[in-house]
């Protein structure tokens, strides 16, 4: 167990892919009575809620997010509760109630009581009109619901930096990949399932079409780049502060697999896409973090063979 810091954390959204193990980071490094995890529900036995403080929270409520802010004496919010991009265009209209008013809520509940905000972005900010290697200021069209969402969440992060002088910053996740926590609906759920299945049935009917390039990361990169803009002096960050772009590496669905077939003999995957194809398609292949490498010293440790040998390992264990 670490030494207290002094700082007072909240984690919304925290039984979720990335909650888990950004809660198991924080408690590291802030101490495990310092960081408080809530979430919309509970799971018994998870250790969100067995190894620290747990609260039940509707991000979409302000007072209650205030109430709990100041109760709690908090410093520093993760907004981690979303809808993510599948299930997201499922449910429209839920989907912005959750994204744009659990943000709201939040950012509103920060401004009351002085905390610090992590809101997080994502690569579906980007529509089919950006281009294939995304710079930072690339246009935002995108054509989901979910990415419309992420959109307005760097915006009013914006704002509230701008207006009303809280700490707002933030990432345009590329798609994740983490053995500890199962995936939570988004488009990018292929690469996570096709190494369940590797270490099963050994073979996986992928729901994108074999030459789909998305940007990707290796959660514990993820989790790291976090931390690391959070940890970023102030006066460091610029324009970009609400939704850096950060770099992975990117491969296809058929590099994946091949990468996998490597570790794993006799592992197999076919290809058969649906309605996800469509928001892969709109998605750029690659993004450029140079911006974040710049202002905060943002470098990638994973590349695709290195993630899939730590996601084999950590799944056979």
């Given at each position: 167990?670490?030494?207290?810091t002094g700082?007072r954390v909240?984690?919304?959204?925290?039984?979720?892919q990335?909650?888990t193990?950004?809660v198991e980071a924080?408690?590291a490094?802030?101490g495990?009575a310092?960081v408080?995890?809530?979430d919309?529900r509970?799971v018994e036995?998870h250790?969100?809620?067995?190894?620290?403080p747990?609260a039940?929270?509707?991000?979409?409520d302000?007072?209650?997010?205030?109430?709990l802010?100041r109760?709690e004496g908090?410093?520093?919010?993760?907004h981690?509760?979303a809808?993510?991009?599948?299930t997201?265009?499922?449910?429209?209209?839920l989907c912005?109630?959750?994204?744009?008013g659990?943000?709201?809520?939040?950012?509103?509940?920060?401004k009351?009581?002085?905390?610090?905000?992590?809101v997080p972005s994502?690569?579906?900010v980007?529509?089919?009109d950006?281009?294939?290697?995304?710079?930072?200021?690339?246009?935002l069209?995108?054509?989901?619901?979910y990415g419309?969402?992420?959109?307005?969440?760097?915006?009013?992060g914006?704002e509230?930096?701008?207006?009303?002088g809280?700490d707002?910053?933030?990432l345009?996740?590329p798609?994740?990949?983490?053995y500890?926590?199962?995936a939570?609906?988004g488009?990018?759920?292929?690469a996570v399932?096709i190494?369940?299945?590797?270490?099963g049935?050994?073979h996986y009917q992928?729901?994108?079409?074999?030459?789909?390039?998305l940007?990707m990361?290796y959660?514990?990169d993820a989790?790291?780049?976090?931390?690391?803009?959070?940890d970023a002096p102030a006066?460091s960050l610029?324009s970009?502060?609400?939704?850096?772009n950060?770099d992975g590496f990117?491969?296809?669905?058929?590099?994946?697999a091949?990468?996998i077939a490597q570790e794993v003999e006799?592992?197999s995957?076919?290809?058969?896409p649906d309605?996800?194809?469509t928001?892969?398609?709109s998605w750029p292949d690659?993004?450029?973090?140079s911006i974040?490498k710049k202002?905060?010293g943002?470098?990638?440790?994973?590349?695709?063979h290195?993630?899939?040998?730590?996601?084999?390992?950590?799944?056979?264990?």
């Amino acid at each position: 167990m670490s030494e207290p810091t002094g700082d007072r954390v909240l984690v919304t959204g925290a039984l979720g892919q990335i909650g888990t193990e950004l809660v198991e980071a924080l408690r590291a490094k802030h101490g495990d009575a310092a960081v408080i995890a809530s979430d919309i529900r509970t799971v018994e036995g998870h250790p969100c809620v067995s190894e620290g403080p747990f609260a039940i929270l509707d991000v979409t409520d302000t007072a209650s997010v205030s109430r709990l802010c100041r109760d709690e004496g908090v410093t520093t919010i993760y907004h981690l509760a979303a809808l993510l991009s599948a299930t997201g265009e499922k449910n429209p209209e839920l989907c912005r109630s959750v994204n744009v008013g659990g943000t709201v809520a939040v950012l509103k509940a920060a401004k009351a009581c002085g905390c610090r905000v992590f809101v997080p972005s994502s690569i579906a900010v980007f529509g089919p009109d950006a281009p294939k290697h995304a710079p930072q200021n690339a246009p935002l069209n995108p054509t989901t619901v979910y990415g419309e969402t992420k959109v307005e969440g760097e915006a009013l992060g914006l704002e509230y930096w701008t207006v009303h002088g809280v700490d707002v910053r933030g990432l345009r996740y590329p798609g994740l990949v983490s053995y500890k926590a199962p995936a939570g609906g988004g488009t990018t759920d292929y690469a996570v399932e096709i190494f369940h299945a590797a270490v099963g049935s050994k073979h996986y009917q992928c729901f994108v079409r074999p030459d789909t390039k998305l940007p990707m990361m290796y959660m514990d990169d993820a989790i790291r780049a976090t931390l690391m803009v959070m940890d970023a002096p102030a006066t460091s960050l610029g324009s970009s502060r609400t939704g850096y772009n950060i770099d992975g590496f990117s491969f296809t669905a058929e590099e994946l697999a091949a990468s996998i077939a490597q570790e794993v003999e006799g592992f197999s995957c076919d290809y058969v896409p649906d309605v996800r194809q469509t928001y892969a398609d709109s998605w750029p292949d690659s993004v450029d973090g140079s911006i974040a490498k710049k202002e905060w010293g943002w470098s990638p440790a994973y590349d695709l063979h290195a993630m899939t040998r730590a996601m084999l390992n950590g799944l056979s264990d």
